[in-house]
């Protein structure tokens, strides 16, 4: 079986976890046999790997290049800012000419490479998607990581990546939810059959028991004896990064003998950074920006407790990355992996007073630490990229059954 994927980045050089997530995805159908080839928007440096790779602005298309945005995570706001800098310009591009250029570039990639599924990852490459399928007369799985209402948390979203998300959905064959709380937003938000979505969980890799990597954070823990609280993920309204620091502050009034760190980055930093300085707490708060591989890994050991209070999560990848480092977490109850988590405490991503209740209780007491990070390792180890994988084959050949039905 032959996939021809569409996605939008792919690591080292992505910005979320839609990148994780989907070339993580594409490994584990790799080694289970099926031939994928991957495509992305732009030629980027990254290692060969055991599939095929392809730069949709290396395919032999002619037509007029300009200045693009390359992030898929530009808030509504900064679409206006962007556009309004280059209204005047001899480029007016946008984010959404990207997306066009890209869709167009599809159609010479799906009369080169054959194939039995078309694979696209969220709105960024829905239009890619549904040109190849149209193409190549194959069906089309969608696959959404998260959806507008995640990403600007219910209120004050883009009509345009709206239409395009919900366009894309209608347009496929199959529709793949990262979670049960992102299958009810797609039926209810954007009116697709229940019937028509399948939920398939993301994963983590898993790792050996904890041990300490030399690092300056962790240096730092040790010469102080500090407890230390982590938040990883982008600095957005989605991920909830001003609840935290107000948790933090409450947890802070209890107990000084705890510091916190905040690994991302996004458009609400200047927003944290003043918010941290009025409540007085930078000094006992690290922003070590966005950090991936070894670095990111030291800081999942180095910390006593992990915090995820995002305020919509489709699933939340970093839970599960905390937890097979050993490292005890605490979670929004508006996540996708909340879902799949027993061992984990959950709350209201706007209840700033449970969360330092509960971050309180696990530096306090070393049995609720320890008997979270046991459990909750056993319980994240359960899910797998090769579950995720077995799961979508068995998508493809459902859909492969009824497509010869019809041609």
Known sequence: MKVLMFGWEFPPHNSGGLGVAS???AYALTAEGIEVVFVLPRRIGIEKGPFKILFADETPVTFYEAQALSSGYVSSEQYK???????DAQYGITLFDEVMRYAIRAKS???LERCDVVHAHDWLSFGAGITAKRVSKRPLVAHMHATEFDRTGGSNINEEVYMREKKGMESADRVVAVSSLTKRMIVDRYGIAEDAVDVVYNAADTHADRHETPDPVLQFKNATGKKMVLFV?????????????????????HDKNVFFVMAGSGDMEPQIIRLAAELGISGSLFFSGFVRGEELCSLYRAADVFVMPSVS???????????SHGTPVIISKQSGV?????????????????????IISVLRHKSLQDTLEEHGRREAAKYTWRDAAAKIIGIYERLLGRHRLFY
């Open 23 to 25: 070339a993580k995805l």
């Open 81 to 87: 800012e962007r556009r309004a800098l280059l209204r």
């Open 109 to 111: 990639i799906a009369k």
């Open 233 to 253: 993920g982008r600095f957005t309204l989605q991920k909830g990064p001003d609840y935290f620091l107000r948790a933090a502050d409450l947890v802070l009034k």
């Open 313 to 323: 999560e489709p699933f939340g990848i970093t839970t599960l990355e905390s937890l």
């Open 338 to 358: 909340s879902e799949v988590l027993n061992h984990a405490l959950k709350v209201d991503f706007w209840d700033v007073e449970e969360t330092a209740n509960k």
